[in-house]
């Protein structure tokens, strides 16, 4: 405390007062933190552990095997409600991954060769955007990659892929006790006392760090009142099939045929999307297939979808070849779920206190781009650190503080790029931008972070804060953007086919996600990347600005874009200081993602009778 006090004084008045400050800052969030109650155990802990784990789902068993990969002698324990083993295929959601979430399982919990053997290389996300009544899947835009996309994602069985990790988990010495319902957790003086009940009879385990990943029966975060509304209203039902369902059979067109190398459709995440929804078909190895309904709750209630019967007829109004197809298969279904109001927030998921909160126990956005891994990913990697650090007699109260802060705020800005978005879903031009847009800003940033081994990287983080920001204020106004140009543009195109590795800026983005990026080069590009972006929102702006009576020809402000021409002076979009040209990158980007309009029947009819 004195060196430290002596440091403060000897900083000069303006540094002193700032440190101060944020001291105090600091002081007063953890003075309103909540806390675990003080309470004697209710019976003698029958085990002392370093680490219990409330849960043993994705997050928790993942949690387990980092930390015990990291630090072997650690002792773990994993408690969880289901018996094992658990059903394989249809067992959970969550068997989409991306970029983050893939290189966890595989780099960081070293699991490639369970997921190359045991599961299923995946031909990155596929979008199928609305055309007439959706009856002709050859005649829809299919945005998705023509080859597998170098940096690699998988498809997983979660039930396979949950049995496996207990397996491993248990030969590294991860303890882990099934059927037993872990109840409320107490402390006292430095350790935490949790209850758990197997089969009626209760027993207390005693640790230094209690984690929450209990998903969406969040016992931490009810014990805390840590629940957090969100204001994005979605709905979600889904099922399984035992069948391989492989959408190259869906049409005899030889352009369909063609187009793609075998099987590429069937090993990617297929979207077929219109307005205020998605449904999603993803192949489980060896041969099933999950299929869901995802729908903004406004324009589609959950009531038209909530068993199997009533959602088979909605997907018939919506997407009858989809339902054609289940139909089909309707003998081989496996289960039915359905799911209100998915997303939700949280007050506080890491603590000084050595509590935390990881997977769906914490937050949840949405599963569109498939980012639930990709959080399980970034909450273990905080939460070991900070276990890891504690354990070596480190103080750690500052830190999780920080990683709480960005945590949370990664988790608000994830759900500006869903939030009021779903009616986009059915207008192709936009969608298209959109996806580009937001595939930029998650590999741009966050996912090189990750990649690079950097996300606990706090001297980093402080660097690249205003970037960052930036970015975020950024991308709030080129959301609101695309509802503007959404309410002009036309629905209606030409069937065609956008190959995301061929868009020049999800190309680039996406090969230099392999890049080594060590000390301020992470930094450089990250501006780079902002410059980028900046350059995309202005060739944004003048496509959707040549639907306008008077389209400006001239460099804009990026942060001032909008289809209000009447805001354009006030908001300042062609200040002098403040413009930027479009980029050829960005150009050549929207080259690739322009959509023709579709030549309607009757001026077909019209052409003929003029000849
Ligand atoms: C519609 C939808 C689609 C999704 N699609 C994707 C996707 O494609 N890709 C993706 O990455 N993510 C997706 N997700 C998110 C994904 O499902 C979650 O990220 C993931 O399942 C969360 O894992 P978890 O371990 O936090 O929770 P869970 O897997 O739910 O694990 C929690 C565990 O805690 C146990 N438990 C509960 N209460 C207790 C108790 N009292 N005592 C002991 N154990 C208890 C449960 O039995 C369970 O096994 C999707 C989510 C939704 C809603």
């Given at each position: 405390m004195k060196d430290l006090s002596s440091r403060i004084a000897a900083l000069d008045p303006g540094k002193r007062e700032l440190l101060l400050k944020r001291l105090q800052h600091q002081a007063d969030e953890r003075a309103r933190e909540p806390r675990i109650a003080e309470a004697a155990p209710s019976s003698p802990p029958v085990a002392r552990f370093d680490v219990v784990v409330l849960g043993g789902g994705l997050a928790g068993q993942t949690l387990a095997r980092q930390i015990k990969r990291a630090r072997p002698e650690t002792t773990v324990l994993v408690t969880e409600l289901r018996p094992h083993p658990v059903p394989e295929?249809?067992?959970?959601?969550?068997e989409s991954t991306v970029e983050i979430g893939s290189h966890y399982f595989a780099e960081v919990l070293a699991l490639q060769h369970h997921l190359t053997t045991a599961q299923l290389r995946k031909a990155g996300l596929r979008y199928f955007f609305p055309s007439g009544a959706n009856d002709d899947v050859a005649r829809r835009v299919e945005m998705g990659a023509s080859y597998f996309p170098p940096v690699p994602s998988y498809q997983l069985d979660r039930g396979r892929f949950e049995n496996a990790l207990r397996a491993d988990n248990a030969a590294m010495g991860v303890e882990f006790w099934d059927r037993v319902k872990a109840g409320p957790v107490t402390r006292q003086g430095d350790t935490h006392h949790v209850v758990l009940e197997r089969a009626g009879s209760p027993c207390t385990v005693a640790c230094r760090w209690v984690v929450d990943a209990s998903g969406r029966a969040g016992l931490m975060k009810r014990q805390l009142g840590l629940a957090r509304e969100s204001g994005h209203k979605c709905n979600a039902v889904w099922f399984r099939l035992a069948r391989k369902i492989d959408p190259d059979e869906w049409s005899d067109a030889p352009h369909w045929q063609d187009r793609l190398p075998k099987g590429l459709r069937w090993m990617s995440t297929n979207h077929f999307m219109g307005r205020g929804y998605w449904v999603w078909f993803i192949p489980l190895a060896p041969e099933a297939t999950s299929v869901g309904i995802v729908a903004d709750a406004a324009l589609h209630p959950i009531s038209e979808m909530r068993s199997f019967e009533l959602a088979l007829g909605w997907i018939a109004k919506h997407e009858p070849l989809c339902a054609r197809v289940i139909e089909e298969h309707r003998g081989t279904l496996m289960d039915f779920l359905a799911l209100k109001h998915y997303a939700y927030g949280c007050a506080q998921v890491f603590s000084g206190d050595r509590w935390a909160l990881t997977g769906e126990a914490g937050v949840f956005t949405d599963p569109f781009y498939s980012p639930g891994s990709d959080f399980i990913g970034m909450s273990n990697t905080y939460i070991s650190d900070l276990i890891l650090r504690d354990l070596a007699g480190e103080p750690i109260a500052a830190r999780a503080a920080e990683y709480n802060r960005i945590y949370l705020n990664t988790y608000e800005s994830f759900l500006t790029v869903y939030e009021n978005q779903y009616p986009l879903m059915g207008n192709p031009r936009v969608m298209a931008a959109k996806i580009v847009w937001d595939f930029a800003i998650y590999w741009g940033f966050l996912t090189l972070q990750f990649l690079t081994g950097r996300l606990c990287d706090l001297e980093l983080q402080a660097k690249a804060g205003h970037t960052l920001q930036r970015v975020n204020h950024l991308n709030a106004r080129v959301q609101a953007f695309f509802r503007q140009w959404d309410a002009l543009e036309g629905r209606d195109c030409e069937e065609r086919f956008i190959d995301v590795l061929d868009v020049d800026i999800m190309r680039r983005l996406h090969y230099e996600l392999r890049d080594n990026l060590p000390g301020g080069e992470l930094l450089e590009r990250f501006s780079q990347n902002l410059g980028l972006l900046e350059s995309l929102a202005a060739a944004l702006f003048h496509e959707a600005a040549s639907l306008l009576p008077n389209p400006p020809n001239r460099p804009v402000n990026p942060y001032a874009i909008s289809l209000h021409p009447e805001q354009w002076e006030e908001d300042e979009l062609f200040h002098p200081g403040k413009t930027v040209e479009v980029e050829a990158v960005a150009a050549g980007t929207m080259e690739k993602i322009r959509l023709t309009t579709a030549i309607q029947q009757h001026s077909l009819v019209d052409v003929a009778h003029a000849g």
């Amino acid at each position: 405390m004195k060196d430290l006090s002596s440091r403060i004084a000897a900083l000069d008045p303006g540094k002193r007062e700032l440190l101060l400050k944020r001291l105090q800052h600091q002081a007063d969030e953890r003075a309103r933190e909540p806390r675990i109650a003080e309470a004697a155990p209710s019976s003698p802990p029958v085990a002392r552990f370093d680490v219990v784990v409330l849960g043993g789902g994705l997050a928790g068993q993942t949690l387990a095997r980092q930390i015990k990969r990291a630090r072997p002698e650690t002792t773990v324990l994993v408690t969880e409600l289901r018996p094992h083993p658990v059903p394989e295929s249809a067992h959970k959601v969550g068997e989409s991954t991306v970029e983050i979430g893939s290189h966890y399982f595989a780099e960081v919990l070293a699991l490639q060769h369970h997921l190359t053997t045991a599961q299923l290389r995946k031909a990155g996300l596929r979008y199928f955007f609305p055309s007439g009544a959706n009856d002709d899947v050859a005649r829809r835009v299919e945005m998705g990659a023509s080859y597998f996309p170098p940096v690699p994602s998988y498809q997983l069985d979660r039930g396979r892929f949950e049995n496996a990790l207990r397996a491993d988990n248990a030969a590294m010495g991860v303890e882990f006790w099934d059927r037993v319902k872990a109840g409320p957790v107490t402390r006292q003086g430095d350790t935490h006392h949790v209850v758990l009940e197997r089969a009626g009879s209760p027993c207390t385990v005693a640790c230094r760090w209690v984690v929450d990943a209990s998903g969406r029966a969040g016992l931490m975060k009810r014990q805390l009142g840590l629940a957090r509304e969100s204001g994005h209203k979605c709905n979600a039902v889904w099922f399984r099939l035992a069948r391989k369902i492989d959408p190259d059979e869906w049409s005899d067109a030889p352009h369909w045929q063609d187009r793609l190398p075998k099987g590429l459709r069937w090993m990617s995440t297929n979207h077929f999307m219109g307005r205020g929804y998605w449904v999603w078909f993803i192949p489980l190895a060896p041969e099933a297939t999950s299929v869901g309904i995802v729908a903004d709750a406004a324009l589609h209630p959950i009531s038209e979808m909530r068993s199997f019967e009533l959602a088979l007829g909605w997907i018939a109004k919506h997407e009858p070849l989809c339902a054609r197809v289940i139909e089909e298969h309707r003998g081989t279904l496996m289960d039915f779920l359905a799911l209100k109001h998915y997303a939700y927030g949280c007050a506080q998921v890491f603590s000084g206190d050595r509590w935390a909160l990881t997977g769906e126990a914490g937050v949840f956005t949405d599963p569109f781009y498939s980012p639930g891994s990709d959080f399980i990913g970034m909450s273990n990697t905080y939460i070991s650190d900070l276990i890891l650090r504690d354990l070596a007699g480190e103080p750690i109260a500052a830190r999780a503080a920080e990683y709480n802060r960005i945590y949370l705020n990664t988790y608000e800005s994830f759900l500006t790029v869903y939030e009021n978005q779903y009616p986009l879903m059915g207008n192709p031009r936009v969608m298209a931008a959109k996806i580009v847009w937001d595939f930029a800003i998650y590999w741009g940033f966050l996912t090189l972070q990750f990649l690079t081994g950097r996300l606990c990287d706090l001297e980093l983080q402080a660097k690249a804060g205003h970037t960052l920001q930036r970015v975020n204020h950024l991308n709030a106004r080129v959301q609101a953007f695309f509802r503007q140009w959404d309410a002009l543009e036309g629905r209606d195109c030409e069937e065609r086919f956008i190959d995301v590795l061929d868009v020049d800026i999800m190309r680039r983005l996406h090969y230099e996600l392999r890049d080594n990026l060590p000390g301020g080069e992470l930094l450089e590009r990250f501006s780079q990347n902002l410059g980028l972006l900046e350059s995309l929102a202005a060739a944004l702006f003048h496509e959707a600005a040549s639907l306008l009576p008077n389209p400006p020809n001239r460099p804009v402000n990026p942060y001032a874009i909008s289809l209000h021409p009447e805001q354009w002076e006030e908001d300042e979009l062609f200040h002098p200081g403040k413009t930027v040209e479009v980029e050829a990158v960005a150009a050549g980007t929207m080259e690739k993602i322009r959509l023709t309009t579709a030549i309607q029947q009757h001026s077909l009819v019209d052409v003929a009778h003029a000849g």
